[in-house]
């Protein structure tokens, strides 16, 4: 069961994705984004990724049309007052996030409304304490993309309520997601588990021990992994990649969460993988 009224804060490539599952689940869902240009982009985006599903035969089209009549995107956060559930997917940035859910908590008039962060490593607690309603406020962390990725992370504070923990997830069990409970730490479980091994195989790269091709090789041949790592960290952005390792080691203090330099100096040079074309590959 979705709920009848869905608010997501952001319409990028998460958020847009989130606000998509949840529309073809029947849930009227708002959009916000931070002026009409970006309100257009993540219209746009949620368009494209309908229009592919219809290709691919796993939507017709009266499907995808009602699933587009179910979204408004809006730049005013007031139309997110009357939601049941409200997604915060903005940039992995916990002062950013902080700030939305301060905001939230003064907009969003129901005070059963489930406010839910889809961050991939920043601790739940730090962005419910913000708010007057620590108790409402969880983690739903999808995955990218959100269309066809079906794990959905469910993160618990000591704080949040038990009945709101059921309901977050009977509403992401709703949209066909398979859901796993994880307790309030960085990086939760996949994040804890897969970034010090992403960035094992840049600091093989870093340190000249193998071609970026025979370390992703390995990982695909010898370990039936659908991706390499250097490819998977494409994939997910190397400045997500380099954020959600500084939030890691910030709060474990354990060397194999530090960022590589590497890693740090393609940041800085605005080579994030496959978004901007260029990581440790290079994408035409």
Same mark, same amino acid.
């Given at each position: 069961?979705? &709920?009848? !009224?869905?608010?997501?804060i952001?319409?990028?490539?998460?958020?847009?994705?989130? +606000?998509?599952?949840?529309?073809?689940?029947?849930?009227? @869902?708002?959009?916000? /984004?931070?002026?009409a240009?970006?309100?257009?982009?993540? !219209?746009? $985006?949620?368009? +494209?990724?309908?229009?592919k +599903?219809?290709?691919?035969?796993?939507?017709?089209?009266?499907?995808?049309?009602? +699933?587009?009549?179910?979204?408004?995107?809006?730049?005013?956060?007031?139309?997110?007052?009357? $939601?049941?559930?409200?997604?915060?997917?903005?940039t992995?940035?916990?002062?950013?996030?902080?700030? @939305?859910?301060? *905001?939230?908590?003064?907009?969003?008039?129901?005070?059963?409304?489930?406010?839910?962060?889809?961050?991939?490593?920043?601790?739940?607690?730090?962005?419910?304490?913000?708010?007057?309603?620590?108790?409402?406020?969880?983690?739903?962390?999808?995955?990218? &993309?959100?269309?066809?990725?079906?794990?959905?992370?469910?993160?618990?504070?000591?704080?949040?309520s038990? /009945?709101?923990?059921?309901?977050?997830?009977?509403?992401? /069990?709703?949209?066909?997601?398979?859901?796993?409970?994880?307790?309030? !730490?960085?990086?939760?479980?996949?994040?804890?588990?897969?970034?010090?091994?992403?960035?094992?195989?840049?600091?093989?790269?870093?340190?000249?021990?193998?071609?970026?091709?025979?370390? *992703?090789?390995?990982?695909?041949?010898?370990?039936?992994? &659908?991706?390499?790592?250097?490819?998977?960290?494409?994939?997910?952005?190397?400045?997500?990649?380099?954020?959600?390792? *500084?939030?890691?080691f *910030?709060?474990?203090?354990? &060397?194999?969460?530090?960022?590589?330099?590497?890693?740090?100096?393609l940041?800085?040079?605005?080579?994030?993988? $496959?978004?901007?074309?260029?990581?440790?590959? /290079?994408?035409?």
């Amino acid at each position: 069961m979705s &709920p009848e !009224r869905v608010g997501v804060i952001g319409g990028g490539l998460m958020g847009s994705g989130i +606000a998509e599952v949840f529309a073809r689940a029947g849930s009227m @869902v708002v959009v916000h /984004e931070i002026d009409a240009g970006a309100a257009e982009a993540a !219209r746009a $985006r949620i368009a +494209a990724s309908l229009a592919k +599903a219809v290709q691919r035969g796993k939507l017709d089209e009266p499907s995808r049309d009602q +699933a587009l009549a179910n979204i408004q995107v809006s730049i005013d956060l007031s139309d997110q007052a009357d $939601r049941q559930l409200v997604i915060e997917a903005a940039t992995e940035n916990e002062a950013l996030k902080r700030q @939305v859910f301060a *905001d939230l908590d003064a907009v969003v008039a129901d005070p059963g409304a489930i406010l839910a962060s889809n961050t991939s490593s920043i601790p739940i607690t730090r962005l419910a304490s913000v708010t007057g309603r620590p108790d409402h406020v969880i983690g739903l962390h999808f995955f990218n &993309p959100v269309p066809v990725m079906t794990l959905v992370e469910l993160v618990t504070t000591v704080k949040t309520s038990p /009945e709101v923990a059921t309901r977050a997830r009977v509403y992401a /069990e709703g949209v066909g997601k398979t859901v796993i409970e994880a307790r309030d !730490r960085a990086g939760f479980i996949v994040n804890m588990l897969l970034v010090p091994y992403l960035l094992g195989a840049i600091k093989m790269l870093e340190a000249g021990f193998a071609s970026r091709e025979d370390i *992703d090789a390995g990982m695909r041949l010898g370990a039936n992994h &659908p991706m390499g790592p250097l490819e998977l960290s494409d994939f997910v952005g190397l400045d997500t990649m380099k954020l959600i390792a *500084d939030v890691l080691f *910030d709060e474990f203090k354990d &060397p194999m969460y530090a960022s590589p330099p590497l890693l740090t100096r393609l940041v800085e040079a605005g080579l994030l993988g $496959r978004k901007t074309g260029r990581g440790f590959y /290079e994408y035409g």
